[in-house]
């Protein structure tokens, strides 16, 4: 999965990128843009790496893209928005970071704090730019059509629903809004519209109301998260050992970077499975809710795939409450599923394979 965070400028965007990734963002001018990894925590993957004691433990990761400021104040900020686009439009999510911090010294976007302001400003500039591509795209259309051409049934039925993705976006709508089955959403893919995009908003809080609920809940968002950034990177920057008695101090249990991971897997629609049990390695991966276990296996080696026979898969929680794979197959727990099983979160798979 890969997310790019957006917003305004001086929102706390890499503030956070920073605290989430553990790397830092080196802007250099002209090439704003800079990717870096979330590995993912798991208590379930730690557990199993504890156990097992294979010689690695492999995390799922979410790459993120931390970009320029959104901006209309000036046109110069518009256009360094403008240019990280297309690598925007390579995401799997999108992350709008809005401010909602008091901080004298860092100078107010449009000389106010207002989170609900930004976000409905950075909406209305997805927006704007879904609807220059829609724009674009009938033009064409209606030009190809004017000739006779083998593919004109199809390109009459693609301006339509352009027509409809437009008059929708002119509603201030998004672009989903518009889509009424699954051969349109197929259709509309190569677009990668900014507006058909899982957003998950995150409203920058002072820290002392970090641990409260987000004052607001985006309308467009699969999830409103209010932190903040700043507390999240000096909680990153703590030894492992004083981050619990911290967070403890704070009224919370995990910070809320594992808020954001959790919020990112479940807008784009993301599970994990588990595999284990080999000297090598514990490992996490992720795959899309509903997958079945051949996809699992193909996510592994194409191989596991075609050669698939059986997944013995086992909850996490049924192993662990078992205490071990011995006892959790005396119990029962450990199911031989074959290559329809629709994978669970947390399944603990082995697959069996001939190839
Ligand atoms: N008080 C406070 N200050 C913050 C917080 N988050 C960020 N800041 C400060 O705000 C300033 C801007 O933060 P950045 O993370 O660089 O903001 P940005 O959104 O990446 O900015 P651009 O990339 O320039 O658009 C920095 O001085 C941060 O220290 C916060 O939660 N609280
Ligand atoms: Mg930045």
Same mark, same amino acid.
């Given at each position: 999965m890969k997310v790019a965070f957006i917003?305004?400028?001086?929102?706390g965007k890499s503030t956070l990128f920073r605290a989430a990734t553990g790397s830092t963002p080196v802007n250099h001018p002209g090439m704003g843009e800079h990717l870096a990894v979330i590995k993912v925590p798991d208590t379930r993957l730690d557990w199993l790496f504890a156990h097992y004691k294979p010689k690695k433990k492999v995390e799922a990761t979410i790459d993120c893209l931390d970009v320029p400021g959104f901006s209309h104040e000036t046109a110069q900020q518009q256009t360094e928005f403008r240019k990280s686009l297309p690598s925007i439009r390579k995401c799997d999510a999108l992350v709008a970071v809005v401010r909602a911090f008091d901080n004298p010294a860092v100078p107010a976007y449009r000389n106010r704090v207002d989170a609900r302001a930004d976000l409905d400003e950075l909406m209305a500039e997805l927006i704007f730019c879904d609807l220059e591509t829609v724009a674009t795209r009938i033009e064409r259309l209606e030009k190809s059509l004017k000739k006779p051409t083998k593919t004109h049934e199809q390109e009459k039925r693609e301006l339509e629903l352009m027509q409809r993705c437009q008059a929708a976006l002119e509603n201030e709508q998004p672009i989903t809004s518009a889509i009424k089955s699954e051969e349109e959403g197929k259709m509309l893919?190569? !677009? &990668?519209f900014l507006t058909e995009m899982p957003l998950v908003a995150v409203i920058n809080v002072d820290a002392d109301r970090a641990?409260?609920?987000?004052? !607001? &809940?985006?309308?467009?968002?699969r999830a409103t998260i209010a932190l903040c950034a700043d507390m999240e990177e000096q909680i990153a920057e703590l030894d492992p050992a004083d981050r619990t008695a911290f967070l403890a101090d704070l009224g919370v249990t995990d910070p809320a970077r594992d808020r954001l991971i959790r919020a990112c897997y479940d807008a784009v629609g993301l599970v994990s499975f588990l595999t284990a049990g080999g000297d090598d390695e514990a490992r996490a991966w992720s795959i899309p809710r509903e997958s079945t276990a051949v996809d699992a296996a193909g996510k592994i080696h194409s191989d596991i795939a075609r050669g698939f026979i059986r997944a013995e898969t086992v909850a996490f929680e049924d192993l662990k409450a078992a205490g071990d794979m011995k006892a959790a197959k005396a119990a029962g727990k450990v199911r031989l599923e074959g290559k329809s099983y629709i994978v669970q979160d947390g399944d603990i798979i082995t697959f069996r394979f001939n190839v």
């Amino acid at each position: 999965m890969k997310v790019a965070f957006i917003g305004p400028p001086l929102s706390g965007k890499s503030t956070l990128f920073r605290a989430a990734t553990g790397s830092t963002p080196v802007n250099h001018p002209g090439m704003g843009e800079h990717l870096a990894v979330i590995k993912v925590p798991d208590t379930r993957l730690d557990w199993l790496f504890a156990h097992y004691k294979p010689k690695k433990k492999v995390e799922a990761t979410i790459d993120c893209l931390d970009v320029p400021g959104f901006s209309h104040e000036t046109a110069q900020q518009q256009t360094e928005f403008r240019k990280s686009l297309p690598s925007i439009r390579k995401c799997d999510a999108l992350v709008a970071v809005v401010r909602a911090f008091d901080n004298p010294a860092v100078p107010a976007y449009r000389n106010r704090v207002d989170a609900r302001a930004d976000l409905d400003e950075l909406m209305a500039e997805l927006i704007f730019c879904d609807l220059e591509t829609v724009a674009t795209r009938i033009e064409r259309l209606e030009k190809s059509l004017k000739k006779p051409t083998k593919t004109h049934e199809q390109e009459k039925r693609e301006l339509e629903l352009m027509q409809r993705c437009q008059a929708a976006l002119e509603n201030e709508q998004p672009i989903t809004s518009a889509i009424k089955s699954e051969e349109e959403g197929k259709m509309l893919s190569s !677009f &990668a519209f900014l507006t058909e995009m899982p957003l998950v908003a995150v409203i920058n809080v002072d820290a002392d109301r970090a641990a409260e609920q987000p004052p !607001f &809940a985006c309308p467009h968002a699969r999830a409103t998260i209010a932190l903040c950034a700043d507390m999240e990177e000096q909680i990153a920057e703590l030894d492992p050992a004083d981050r619990t008695a911290f967070l403890a101090d704070l009224g919370v249990t995990d910070p809320a970077r594992d808020r954001l991971i959790r919020a990112c897997y479940d807008a784009v629609g993301l599970v994990s499975f588990l595999t284990a049990g080999g000297d090598d390695e514990a490992r996490a991966w992720s795959i899309p809710r509903e997958s079945t276990a051949v996809d699992a296996a193909g996510k592994i080696h194409s191989d596991i795939a075609r050669g698939f026979i059986r997944a013995e898969t086992v909850a996490f929680e049924d192993l662990k409450a078992a205490g071990d794979m011995k006892a959790a197959k005396a119990a029962g727990k450990v199911r031989l599923e074959g290559k329809s099983y629709i994978v669970q979160d947390g399944d603990i798979i082995t697959f069996r394979f001939n190839v």
